[in-house]
């Protein structure tokens, strides 16, 4: 490995890179992958989103298993072997990885395990883990080089009982207590999955609610579960000090009603991501780098250096890995001349907690805020005959309706399956759907998906399973 | 009003902090100048002090938090500004910053009260006599802010002067239907406002209604980077910022390929979607449609030539094909004269000096690369670009721009036995002129064995054509599209000048600039050769 060429290379092996490259070979470019992880695949198949629904779907096992004794069907108590969960976790993430690297060799790109620092624009240094070193050379880098936990040096005090979601995916042990900093996405799922395994979970959040960003009622149904399954949830609360101790990690807090000292056997800080931007030498490029570390794309994913795209989560928000994979396409497709763009209307956001929280188009908060007029249409799982076969009626489908065409601008559902559902909501945005389309087509019956016919139904009319008096109407200063 | 006051720049260079300690307490009453935080950075602490008055609401950090630059940091109520802060970002309602109460669901905006609201389109008024339509330069107007009868909504370019368009009512702004940079005729609506019958509007109706117009939106600029790249001007296009146009992804794809603005269309799908069907009825319809060029007057197209007649008859001819460097060259030439308004400027530079420490250069450095007229042309050539931009550019009709470019890369016009070709010697700012004579000899030498790639003659932004090896005292060169300027240079002469009662010679170069009217006036294209023939006498300016 001396010095090569390549005509394009990626940069990261996450599903922002991986499918770039992929796309990219498939369209007869000559395509190196470099990443410097064991194994292709990034944060979302290493340690993000395939090993974190492993087990949060053996969480979902486990307390309905325990819901089941409602129903008359008592089990026993879960024996849970710690060593074989993990490595039924470690198998799921090596298969998949494993794949990455079959589907490289067979489409023909070549995969380099190495750290690469751009020295200028159509450079970069290759360090690989044995530290032998290279250069690689390009016509055109894709930069996917993806984000990492925050860790503020604050929390940071060297004591692997605090841990950031890296660290809780390894599953070294089940900790009595566990306190999870930051009631984000992450932070609630991985609680979760303790929670469910046994761990006393205490949530500590700063703002004033839970995954901010989502609309408050169809987090008020999950925050009610979570309040049963976690041992206790502080939301305007700072976590002041970490300080180790032979009993465990002391936390100071500072809230309103909450104890100012707490001690918990693992700490996990889950308050956000950044991006990877600081050490790869891309201040050698002529990439613009804005003030939360993101590289600059237009709607093309070019960045301002003519030999750089950039996707994924160093291209800023939302950081998600169908986002990634999608910014990969256009960017491919941006290389090779086609009228590619990113110019979805809709990146779907998925919780995947108990009950699963996911959205889709503007949340009613946006539309509230950017004074969109719209119409907001609740169906209450109660009426839907799916929920109560599976003795879940507190979710929630919400469909949001601009009112002149009854376009559907923003779709939000609280419940088992809701990261399932959104998908009909995200083809449904895209495609400039309205209402009417939605309660004209034909839904599976008994399925939860009935619930989104049934909330368009609400838009143009009455739904068949529920009545309400009078529509809510949203529409700011009409005449009356 | 409630304002985010967010961290500034503690000292340059530095793009994030430590938050050390919080010194300010939710429900603190601030005056300008309080100090909010302590702060670290990698080389001190500082103490972040708030330029604005008013009730914290709400801390946003906590310490030990690493925050850039920008972060919010407290949210403040009852806020007002200190005279010299500009930076003041007025949040559009709590909502943003997830302080709504987790567990009410959102509710209706409050019903209007007993005042009756009704929404009215205000249209692009006559702006002047006989004036039918107008650019906007500048929308001053953002959605939800509340104006009064006489307020300028925006400023219009017409084709003389710029005037401010106001509103004739009072109101709130609820929806603005134009953008900067569009062109909009008399009648059409500029933007709706919602007018109340209530006696006056004065009251702080929407929290929102001191809002400065927005400024840079978070959409990231980027400087479209030229290379294989195609370059695309993602830079407030007015289609980013509207509402998407009710299709499905590959109907805004094909939209996206043939050109079509799918804001342009009506969609025969429910609810106005649009479909590939109504994409292919439109392109249909406009092809229909007799050709326009923007300006409205009907294209004239490429004229046919006259057909030929039979010249057998006059006497014997042979005929020869044309290679593809001559038919390119033919069909390139005569677009750019017939779509190119031209102009030649001609002057002579006196480069008697210049010739002479040229010839002394060459004979003393046999070895070095020759350094040609030509050669020491092209670095003349790029100090008056730099003095005038406008030589340097293309024109955009269809947008309305001028594309002023960053980089000098000039082409040099190059005679072989198969034809004319153009090499384009890049970046030529950054090479002095022993490395530009280099490459020019190089790259002759590359065309005359026909070894030029594309790549070679791709990316001029200037073009130099000499004939002085050849003679002839003067010609008109045509433009070389999409530059909008070609220098000619022709065979230098000597000629006797007075000079304090004497005669003296003078070795003069006659030079010829041809220019496409539309991107450059008369008086700076003179201005130009008059400081290219300078530079060129008092050559010292080329260093
Ligand atoms: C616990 C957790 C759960 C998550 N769950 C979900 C989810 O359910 N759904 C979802 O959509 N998203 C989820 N995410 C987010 C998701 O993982 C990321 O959005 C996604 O991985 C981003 O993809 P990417 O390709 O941009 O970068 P990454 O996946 O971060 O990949 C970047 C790769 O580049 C490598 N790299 C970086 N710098 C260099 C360099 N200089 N040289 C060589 N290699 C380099 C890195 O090692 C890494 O392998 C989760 C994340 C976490 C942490």
Not at chain 1, 9 to 32: E, I, K, S, T
Not at chain 1, 407 to 435: K, N
Not at chain 2, 462 to 487: C, M, R
Request: hydrophobic fraction near 40%; charge should be negative.
């Amino acid at each position: 490995m001396a010095n090569k060429h390549a005509q394009l290379v990626v940069l990261g092996g996450g599903p922002g890179g991986y499918p770039a490259a992929f796309a990219a070979a498939d369209n007869g470019m000559q395509v190196v992958l470099v990443d410097e992880g064991r194994q292709p695949g990034g944060v979302c198949l290493n340690r993000g989103c395939i090993p974190s629904k492993t087990l949060l779907h053996v969480a979902k096992l486990i307390n309905e298993s325990r819901e089941a004794a409602d129903w008359g069907v008592t089990f026993q108590p879960p024996e849970i072997d710690l060593e074989k969960l993990r490595n039924f976790k470690n198998n799921v993430v090596g298969s998949l990885c494993g794949g990455i690297e079959g589907l490289c060799k067979a489409r023909g790109v070549e995969l380099i395990k190495a750290r690469g620092t751009f020295t200028d624009s159509s450079t970069l240094e290759l360090k690989s883990a044995d530290g032998e070193v290279s250069t690689l050379s390009f016509d055109h880098c894709i930069v996917a080089i993806g984000s990492v936990p925050t860790m503020p040096p604050f929390f940071d005090i060297g004591d692997d009982r605090v841990m950031d979601s890296t660290g809780a995916l390894e599953l070294n042990d089940i900790p009595d207590r566990l306190l999870v900093v930051g009631g984000g996405y992450i932070g609630l799922e991985m609680g979760s999955v303790y929670a469910a395994l046994g761990s006393e979970v205490t949530v500590v959040e700063m703002s004033s609610g839970l995954l901010p960003g989502a609309d408050r009622d169809l987090v008020s149904p999950l925050r009610k579960r979570l309040t049963k399954q976690f041992s206790a949830i502080h939301v305007n609360t700072k976590v002041a000090r970490l300080a180790p101790a032979d009993s465990g990690i002391v936390a100071s807090l500072e809230g309103e009603g909450v104890d100012p000292e707490l001690t918990f056997d693992r700490v996990l800080i889950s308050i956000g991501r950044r991006p990877n931007s600081g050490n790869c030498g891309l201040q050698n490029t002529q990439v613009d780098i804005d003030n939360k570390g993101f590289i600059k794309i237009d709607r093309n994913q070019r960045t301002a250096d003519p030999k750089l795209l950039a996707i994924g989560d160093i291209a800023g928000e939302p950081m998600l890995a169908h986002k990634a994979t999608r910014e990969a396409k256009v960017a491919v497709e941006t290389l090779l001349g086609e009228p590619a763009e990113f110019d979805n209307i809709a990146i779907p956001a998925v919780v995947f907690t108990d009950p699963e929280l996911a959205w889709a188009g503007k949340t009613e908060a946006e539309a509230k805020a950017e004074e969109l007029e719209y119409t907001a249409h609740r169906f209450p799982w109660a009426a839907s005959g799916r929920a109560q076969t599976l003795g879940r009626t507190e979710g929630i489908t919400k469909i949001l309706v601009e009112p002149t065409k009854q376009r559907v601008i923003g779709v939000g559902i609280v419940g088992p399956g809701a990261g399932e559902m959104i998908a009909e909501a995200v083809m449904a945005l895209e495609m400039g759907a309205t209402a009417r389309d939605l309660a004209d087509s034909i839904h599976a019956h008994p399925t939860l998906s009935e619930t989104m016919m049934e909330a368009a139904e609400s838009a143009i009319g009455q739904p068949t399973h529920f009545f309400r008096a009078k529509p809510k109407k949203n529409i700011a200063g009409s005449p009356q | 009003m409630a304002i985010e006051f967010k961290l500034p720049e503690v000292a340059e260079g530095i793009e994030s902090v430590d938050i050390a300690e919080i010194l300010v307490a939710e429900g603190d009453r601030i005056e300008p100048g309080a100090v909010i935080c302590e702060v670290e950075t990698d080389k001190s602490v500082a103490e972040i002090d708030c330029p604005y008055s008013g009730t914290v609401a709400r801390i946003l950090v906590s310490p030990g938090q690493t925050v850039p630059v920008g972060t919010p940091l407290v949210l403040l109520e009852d806020a007002a500004a200190s005279a010299a802060t500009p930076t003041a970002e007025v949040l559009e309602s709590a909502v943003k910053t997830n302080i709504s109460d987790d567990t009410a669901p959102p509710q209706p905006a409050a019903p209007a009260s007993d005042t009756e609201n009704f929404e009215v389109e205000i249209s692009l008024p006559e702006v002047a006599e006989g004036v039918t339509s107008v650019d906007i330069a500048e929308v001053l107007v953002s959605v939800g802010d509340v104006i009064k009868a006489g307020d300028v909504i925006c400023e219009a370019e017409t084709d003389k002067s710029v005037a401010e368009i106001d509103c004739p009512d009072a109101g709130t702004i609820r929806a603005i239907h134009v953008a900067g940079g569009q062109t909009v005729n008399v009648g059409e609506p500029l933007v709706t406002i919602e007018v109340s019958t209530a006696p006056e509007a004065d009251a702080p109706a929407t929290p929102a209604s001191t809002a400065s117009p927005v400024t840079s939106a978070e959409t990231p600029v980027v400087a479209a980077p030229a290379d294989a790249l195609a370059p695309a001007n993602v830079t407030g296009s007015p289609s980013t910022q509207r509402t998407p146009a009710p299709a499905g992804p590959a109907t805004r794809r094909l939209a996206r390929k043939l050109g079509v603005d799918l804001h342009q269309l009506r969609g025969s799908a429910r609810g106005g979607r649009i479909v590939i069907e109504d994409i292919e009825g439109y392109v249909r319809s406009r092809l229909a449609q007799p050709a326009e060029v923007a300006g409205g007057t009907a294209s004239m197209g490429i004229v046919a030539a006259a057909p030929l007649p039979d010249f057998s008859k006059f006497g014997p001819v042979e005929k020869q094909p044309l290679n593809k460097i001559s038919r390119t060259a033919a069909a390139n030439l005569h677009s750019a004269w017939i779509t190119i308004p031209h102009v030649t400027q001609h002057n002579q530079a006196d480069i008697t000096e210049l010739e002479s420490a040229r010839k002394r250069y060459v004979k003393d450095n046999p070895k070095s690369p020759k350094i040609t007229m030509t050669a020491i042309m092209i670095k003349a050539v790029v100090g008056a670009l730099r003095t005038f931009p406008k030589v340097n550019s293309s024109i955009d009709l269809t947008s309305g721009e001028l594309i002023l470019k960053k980089y000098y890369n000039i082409g040099v016009a190059v005679d072989t036995p198969n034809g004319l070709v153009v090499p384009v010697i890049r970046n030529c700012d950054q090479k002095n002129v022993l490395q530009v004579a280099a490459e020019l000899t190089d790259l002759a030498l590359k065309a005359r064995d026909r070894k030029l790639k594309p790549e070679d003659m791709q990316g001029a932004s200037f073009t130099i054509t000499n004939l002085g090896g050849i003679g002839g005292t003067s010609f008109t060169p045509i433009v070389n599209h999409p530059e909008v300027a070609i220098l000619g240079m022709s065979r230098g002469q000597k000629v006797l000048q007075m000079e304090e009662g004497k005669i003296i010679e003078r070795l003069m170069l006659p030079l010829s600039m041809s220019y496409d009217h539309r991107a450059i006036n008369g008086a700076d294209a003179a201005r130009f050769i008059v400081k290219l023939s300078g530079s060129l006498t008092n050559f010292f300016e080329l260093f």
